[in-house]
């Protein structure tokens, strides 16, 4: 079964850079159609999704944060890391990594089906 | 960017009624729509793919409708266990491809 796993720090302070590790099982980033995005829900608030890396390396990004976000995957280790520049008290947040994919055939329609339990990330100094 | 919406932000209801959440995109996105159910302190749950699919496993008591800017996440008979938020997501523009709504909690009576 897919399962998924969020690790890295609890504590930043103001301005330094968040690294966030998933680890995965049960699939490969490197099968056509597979994806594992980072979405982020601060205490009491909305899920915001942060970024996405495709199969295929491809990869995307909130507009709003994409000069702050790099996503990258290690594709023989099962991982996927998610580093967040210039962190502030306002990330302070659950972090979440999901497996997503395509859900109809010939369209680009896309979903994330399995979440990593979240891990939360406080900003203060 | 598309904007998505949700209405009402918070309903309360009763065990066995039926309940009605609304989604709605700034523009139109086909049937380029998730719903999710997220419990207190737990990952939200993928429930309805591309407007209408049921995700396996999920009861047939969740539906969803709509296409285009307006869509519709139905639970026919409210269980104890559905007791959450629910967040609509839309999968269809990039260069932003993945935006939630505000999310709809639903409580009880």
């Known amino acids: 079964q897919i399962t998924l796993k969020e690790s890295g720090p609890t504590l930043v302070k103001p301005t330094q850079t968040l690294t966030l590790t998933c680890t995965f099982s049960?699939?490969?980033?490197?099968?056509?159609?597979?994806?594992v995005g980072w979405i982020r829900q601060p205490p009491g608030k909305a899920l915001e999704w942060l970024a996405l890396?495709?199969?295929?390396?491809?990869?995307r990004y909130s507009p709003s944060l994409k000069s702050r976000l790099t996503i990258t995957k290690d594709t023989s280790k099962n991982q996927v890391v998610l580093t967040m520049t210039n962190m502030d008290p306002v990330d302070t947040a659950t972090y979440y990594c999901?497996?997503?994919?395509?859900?109809?055939?010939?369209?680009?329609?896309?979903?994330?089906?399995?979440w990593g339990q979240g891990t939360l990330v406080t900003v203060s100094s | 960017d598309i904007q998505m919406t949700q209405s009402p932000s918070s309903l309360s209801a009763s065990v066995g009624d039926r309940v009605t959440i609304t989604c709605r995109a700034s523009?139109?996105?086909?049937?380029?729509l998730n719903w999710y159910q997220q419990k207190p302190g737990k990952a939200p749950k993928l429930l309805i793919y591309?407007?209408?699919s049921l995700q396996s496993g999920v009861p047939s008591r969740f539906s969803g409708s709509g296409s285009g800017t307006d869509f519709t996440l139905t639970i026919s008979s409210l269980q104890p266990e559905d007791f959450a938020t629910y967040y609509c997501?839309?999968?269809?523009?990039?260069?932003?491809?993945?935006?939630f709504g505000p999310g709809t909690k639903v409580d009880i009576k």
């Open positions: 999901a497996h997503g994919g395509y859900v109809e055939m010939a369209t680009t329609k896309w979903a994330f089906d399995y």
């Open positions: 049960g699939f490969s980033l490197s099968t056509s159609g597979v994806g």
């Open positions: 890396i495709y199969w295929d390396d491809d990869k």
């Open positions: 523009q139109s996105i086909s049937s380029y």
């Open positions: 591309a407007a209408s």
């Open positions: 997501q839309q999968s269809y523009s990039t260069p932003s491809p993945f935006t």
